[in-house]
T-cell receptor, first 115, second 112 residues
Framework: ETGVTQTPRHLVMGMTNKKSLKCEQH?????MYWYKQSAKKPLELMFV???????ENNSVPSRFSPECPNSSHLFLHLHTLQPEDSALYLC??????????????FGSGTRLTVV | GQQLNQSPQSMFIQEGEDVSMNCTSSSIFNTWLWYKQDPGEGPVLLIALYKAGELTSNGRLTAQFGITRKDSFLNISASIPSDVGIYFC????????????FGTGTLLAVQP
């Protein structure tokens, strides 16, 4: 248990479905992140939130929509995804967005399969 | 942009062997971190390095922050089956965004 909890652990969805990934951190951190991990690729940073405000959006397609209602919760809303979006989606948090020297704490991820 | 080259991509070793992997970049980093990702889990921080030349150990793991600040290595001594996983380096280069850049990972398989 890292203090960052992601649900669900596994998700299979059709290309016309709408689903949401949830992340909750119990560490009192101020920054939260969404990463995409595909086979044989580096971790891809998708979104960064600092104190519920989005501070970075790395050219992610609009079919991925993040939401951060408070500093402990982060969602990733999914709609009309493509098969190439199948990947492990990791949530992470850090004490502060501009002081990440202690690294990020990751959740266990959601394994997403788009059929 | 910043990029971390991690090698080797994969290693298949016998239990008890020592392992060495490294990470290089064309950019200077202020912090180097090493993570391990077990199958089906997220990455977990193993070692953090904050100063050029710093050598830090965590049990059987030893990591060093290169003098040039452009590289780092991780050694695992006397490997055991539970060392299996993917090892990632990550660098923090400061600047306005101060975000972590991750390497491509080294897959380690240990045969009992």
């Amino acid at each position: 248990e890292t203090g960052v909890t992601q649900t669900p652990r596994h998700l299979v969805m059709g290309m016309t479905n709408k689903k949401s990934l949830k992340c909750e951190q119990h560490l009192g951190h101020n920054a939260m992140y969404w990463y995409k991990q595909s086979a044989k690729k580096p971790l891809e940073l998708m979104f960064v939130y600092s104190l519920e405000e989005r501070v970075e959006n790395n050219s992610v397609p609009s079919r991925f929509s993040p939401e951060c209602p408070n500093s402990s919760h982060l969602f990733l809303h999914l709609h009309t995804l493509q098969p190439e979006d199948s990947a492990l989606y990791l949530c992470a948090s850090s004490q502060d967005f501009r002081a990440a020297g202690n690294g990020y704490t990751f959740g266990s991820g959601t394994r997403l399969t788009v059929v | 942009g910043q990029q971390l080259n991690q090698s080797p991509q994969s290693m298949f070793i016998q239990e008890g062997e020592d392992v060495s992997m490294n990470c290089t970049s064309s950019s200077i980093f202020n912090t180097w971190l090493w993570y391990k990702q077990d199958p089906g889990e997220g990455p977990v921080l193993l070692i953090a390095l904050y100063k050029a030349g710093e050598l830090t150990s965590n049990g059987r793991l030893t990591a060093q922050f290169g003098i040039t600040r452009k590289d780092s290595f991780l050694n695992i001594s006397a490997s055991i089956p539970s060392d299996v996983g993917i090892y990632f380096c990550a660098g923090l280069y400061g600047g306005a965004t101060n975000k972590l850049i991750f390497g491509t990972g080294t897959l380690l398989a240990v045969q009992p």
